[in-house]
T-cell receptor
């Protein structure tokens, strides 16, 4: 899977929007952009994924650059429960083995 | 329905002991993955099953690590002659299919400490 680059950490205030960036300059045409997050002492959980168009779900929004070389995960109103490590992952949609290749992720802290 | 469950949640082993870690995936999920997560790091892939077939074991760090899923549901990760460097959280995940579009559902993990 192609590599992604994320900042190490970010801080946010509760009830404010949060924009978590991810760079993936070597993305291929068959790579989906996935986001997972891991709360303390829990296994990772799926957040959202997309291919080319922006995506929205109940948890977050995913904004994908037109050239697909970067994306941004948007949490519209951060809560204390959103404090977690967020991983941006590329997955080949054609691959028979869709293992997740995690990096170090970005650690989001939320101030009350 | 129930999510992915793992047992035990915590395991302490003396160096040299064998351990077995169990994963109960979501019913009907074809694919099952094992990951290893060292402290402060992201999870790293160990092995992948599609039903009972182990299709990829490229991430297993040594021949002391062995995984099986004999009936295509429950899986066991076995570590023989444990070493201190095996101390980590072992995560299991399942998904409906094997391709890149399917979400993986993770269990809470088993924290293994080797003394």
């Amino acid at each position: 899977d192609a590599k992604t680059t994320q900042p190490n950490s970010m801080e946010s205030n509760e009830e404010e929007p949060v924009h978590l960036p991810c760079n993936h300059s070597t993305i291929s045409g068959t790579d989906y952009i996935h986001w997972y997050r891991q709360l303390p002492s829990q296994g990772p959980e799926y957040v959202i994924h997309g291919l080319t168009s922006n995506v929205n779900n109940r948890m977050a929004s995913l904004a994908i650059a037109e050239d697909r070389k970067s994306s941004t995960l948007i949490l519209h109103r951060a809560t204390l429960r959103d404090a977690a490590v967020y991983y941006c992952i590329l997955r080949d949609v054609t691959g028979a083995n869709s293992k997740l290749t995690f990096g170090k992720g970005i650690t989001l802290s939320v101030r009350p | 329905g129930a999510g992915v469950s793992q047992s035990p949640r915590y395991k302490v082993a003396k160096r040299g002991q064998d351990v077995a870690l169990r994963c109960d995936p979501i019913s009907g999920h074809v694919s099952l993955f094992w990951y290893q997560q060292a402290l402060g790091q992201g999870p790293e892939f160990l092995t992948y099953f599609q039903n009972e077939a182990q299709l990829d074991k490229s991430g297993l760090p040594s021949d002391r690590f062995f995984a099986e899923r004999p009936e295509g549901s429950v899986s066991t990760l076995k570590i023989q002659r444990t070493q201190q460097e095996d101390s980590a959280v072992y995560l299991c995940a399942s998904s409906l299919g094997g391709t890149g579009g399917h979400e993986q559902f993770f269990g809470p993990g088993t924290r293994l400490t080797v003394l």
